[in-house]
Each structure stands twice: as C-alpha cells, then as structure tokens.
C-alpha cells in the first residue's frame, strides 16, 4: 500500500500497483511522457508538490520537513505563493520509480542504487530524464539474524530467507550484492539472491523477533537493526560500513524537465532539507521526538537520541561514493550507461552546499 499524508492532516491509502517488469517499467515510461507533457498551467494552479518518504531513520529530514512545514516557508520565500504538500509513504526502489515515472511524485527520496537505475535508464528522453537533487543520509545497513548457526554470509542455506523491501532493485538488495561481491568474489554477487524475500522493513523486523514467516535475517538500518539486536536470540552477521565504508544510502531526485522549468521549487527543497539538517544537529531532542511521534515502534527519544550520536548516521545534502554504485551497477549489467563522476547525475545549483557539507 501506499500511504499518503497531506498537509491538512488528512490520511488515506492507495494500492500501489506498482510491478518489477520490463514491461510495466516500460509503460510507465510512456505514462510519465504523457504526465510530463501536460500544460504547465495545470502545475501551476494546483500548486501540490508530491514527496515520498520512508521508513527508518534515513528519512528523518524529511520528517522534520513535514513536521515544520519547511517546504511550504522556502517556497514562499521562493515567491511561489501557497504550496500544499502531498508526503506519500513508499518503501522499496522499484516502488518509488514506478511512482516516479507514472507522473506522481515530484521529489522522491530513495536508496541510491534506485535513483541511479532510473537515471540511466530514462537518460536521453525527453520528459523523462530525472536528475538528482541531493543527498540525503548515511548510516549503516546491518543484517541481522535469528539463527545462531549463522555467522557468515557462507551459511546461509537454501531455506533460509532474508527479508529486504524490494528483491533486487531496493537499496538493502543491492547493498547486500555489493557485500556478497566484495566477501565471496565479485562472481558470487548474485548468490543471495535466490533467498531473498520482499517485504516492508516494520512487518520484516516483526517476522524475524517472532520467527514468523520463515525470515531467518533481515538486512535494514536503525531503528529496525536497533530494535533487532535488542532481542537476545538475534546477532549481526555483518554490516555495510564495515564491508563498504560510509556510502550515502539515500538521495533525492526530481524529473528533469520540472527542474529545468520550475527551479524555485527544487531550491525551496535544497533549502528546506539543508535546515532540516541543522535542526538536527542543533535540536537532536526535538528531532527525535519528531521521529518517535512518527513512527509506529514503541521507541524513547533517549533511545532516538542514541541512535542519532552514532558516528556512522549523518545527514547531508551532500551526497558521498555515488561512484561505488555506479561501478557496481554497471560491472553487474543493471545499466548499460554510466556518468563520468557522480554529479554528472545531480542538478549543478548542489555544487553551491560544497563548501559546508563535504567531509
């Protein structure tokens, strides 16, 4: 399902019917054509700008953003007048492209991997093409395990499941190749695969603490590995930062053709998302109870707080090793073209965040 969230306060859900084919993908393609070729004026009256959020504390400044209403303030500033902002609540890469590309969402926070599959897919035509806008957030991706008899990725068997929210195409999907590459050989990449299950990060972590639904791991990010490793019966067999180094997990991206005729709105965005970044930093309390009024676990603000001091979770616009995937997907055959260097993918006006976000 897809959960939508507008300003007024209102929910309700839509089904997503989104798929994985090259035939689906295809003709959502020609959907987004046919959106993005609709008369500007349209936009400019309904004045909805459509967001997608996750799950887990990755998306934490995006939650800060709907929380403070910071959209609405930058676009005003912007001279946009009154802006309504509609949150839709996805989770998975494919869903989020899918969404994308079928002309409903305007800005989309996905894992980076997502991004750059679409990228280089849509790349060359017209109203389609997407460009990124930002980063987004950095921590680490730890698979987690039920199963004593479970130390390394070798003993994984063919009974086993490990949960991630899109099989293939979702962040936690292609980190978890990247590190089956990188542990077993790059040939091997590919061997978890098989025992991959799709399911949504809440319902997986309840599937692994209850031993439900035959998960024996789940491969996720705070507060769903927090919560996990709590459980005595669960432990890490590993993690992304140890394997990988601190790649930026998520980013946010926009089609082109809005940018390139509506560029108040994506410097309203970088705005908001830059301060929404420094109210972090600055009201880590705050931002947490942000986060648990939010979220559907029973968790404290001092255990938010906690999980916010950990070294490896930051938040930046600023993105870091993009190129790690970009190598990756392309070596693998997930795409067939690559940039150069990574912000060859970005909107320039990123560049003006260089200065005070770089590591």
């Known amino acids: 399902m897809i959960t939508r969230t507008t300003t007024d306060g209102k929910m309700r859900e ?18 987004g054509l046919a959106a993005a070729c609709a008369p500007r004026w349209a936009f400019a009256a309904m004045r909805t700008v459509r967001i997608s959020k996750g799950y887990g504390l990755l998306y934490l400044p995006l939650l800060v953003m709907e929380k403070l209403r910071l959209f609405e303030r930058y676009a005003s500033q912007q001279g946009l007048g009154n802006v309504t902002v509609d949150w839709v609540l996805l989770d998975g890469g494919n869903s989020v492209d899918d969404a994308m ?9 996905v894992g980076a991997p997502g991004f750059i599959e679409l990228w280089a897919r849509a790349r060359g035509i017209p109203n389609v093409e997407v460009i990124g806008i930002s980063g987004l957030s950095t921590t ?14 070798d003993d994984f068997t063919a009974s086993d499941r490990i949960a991630v929210p899109g099989i293939r195409t979702s962040l936690s999907a292609v980190v978890l190749q990247m590190i089956a590459g990188r542990m077993l050989g790059q040939q091997h990449f590919a061997r978890l695969d098989a025992i991959t299950v799709a399911l949504p990060h809440p319902q997986a972590l309840r599937a692994l603490v209850g031993r439900e639904q035959g998960i024996t791991a789940h491969f996720t990010s705070p507060p769903f590995s927090t919560v996990e490793l709590q459980d005595p019966g669960i432990h890490r067999v590993t993690d992304s930062i140890d394997v990988l180094g601190p790649l930026t997990l998520d980013v946010v991206y926009a089609p082109r053709h809005l940018v390139e005729t509506e560029p108040a709105l994506a410097h309203a965005f970088l705005g908001a998302l830059d301060e929404a970044n420094r109210f972090i930093d600055q009201e ?19 255990s938010v707080i906690r999980m916010l001091a950990e070294p490896q979770t930051r938040f930046s616009v600023w993105p870091e090793q993009l190129m790690e995937y970009v190598d990756f997907l392309y070596i693998v055959g997930t795409i067939k073209t690559k940039p150069r260097v990574w912000n060859e993918m970005f909107w320039p006006a990123l560049a003006g965040f260089r200065s005070s976000h770089a590591a």
């Not at 839509?14 to 959907?31: H, K, M």
């Not at 880590?284 to 001092?302: F, K, M, P, Q």
């Open 14 to 31: 839509e089904a997503s019917g989104v798929g994985t084919t090259c035939a689906r993908r295809r003709a959502l393609i020609a959907a």
């Open 101 to 109: 590309m079928a002309g409903t969402l305007d800005f989309a926070a």
């Open 284 to 302: 880590r309390r705050s931002a947490a109870g942000i986060y648990v009024a939010s979220s559907a676990l029973r968790l404290s603000e001092d």
């Open 140 to 153: 680490s991706l730890s698979l987690n395990t039920n199963q004593q008899r479970i130390t390394s990725l």
